[in-house]
């Protein structure tokens, strides 16, 4: 599975981003799809997760009611819907599949990675 992540960019604080996600394999069986950010000097934290299948989706507390998670199984892509953007947001998003019986937050259980897309959130 490769990843090709997509859609950052400069927003304003309160404004939106979609980021997309594009599985060039199709994901089988128990994959979850999943974002996470990293921000200068810090560690790369996990943001949200999907299973590949649809269901049940989970939200890092500090992006619970502003982001969104969702796939399109059609087009092999997950996006991350991002509304009332933070400057706290800033970061670098990679979005990431893994396998497993059940959803994990910890990037080490991800086996596949994207490049990565800068968001700038500005005050």
């Known amino acids: 599975v490769q990843l090709q992540a997509s859609g950052g960019g400069l927003v304003q604080a309160g404004g939106s981003l979609r980021l997309s996600c594009a599985a060039s394999?199709?994901?089988?069986?128990?994959?979850?799809m999943g974002w996470f950010r990293q921000a200068p000097g810090r560690e790369r934290e996990f943001v949200a997760a999907i299973w590949w299948t649809g269901g049940s989706t989970y939200y890092a507390d500090s992006v619970k009611g502003r982001f969104t998670i969702s796939r399109d199984n059609a087009k092999n892509t997950v996006y991350l819907q991002m509304n009332s953007l933070k400057t706290e947001d800033t970061a670098v998003y990679y979005c990431?599949?893994?396998?497993?019986?059940?959803?994990?937050?910890?990037?080490?259980?991800?086996?596949?990675w994207g490049q990565g897309t800068l968001v700038i959130v500005s005050s």
């Open positions: 394999g199709r994901p089988f069986g128990n994959y979850y």
């Open positions: 990431a599949s893994g396998r497993g019986p059940v959803i994990t937050t910890l990037s080490v259980r991800y086996e596949y």
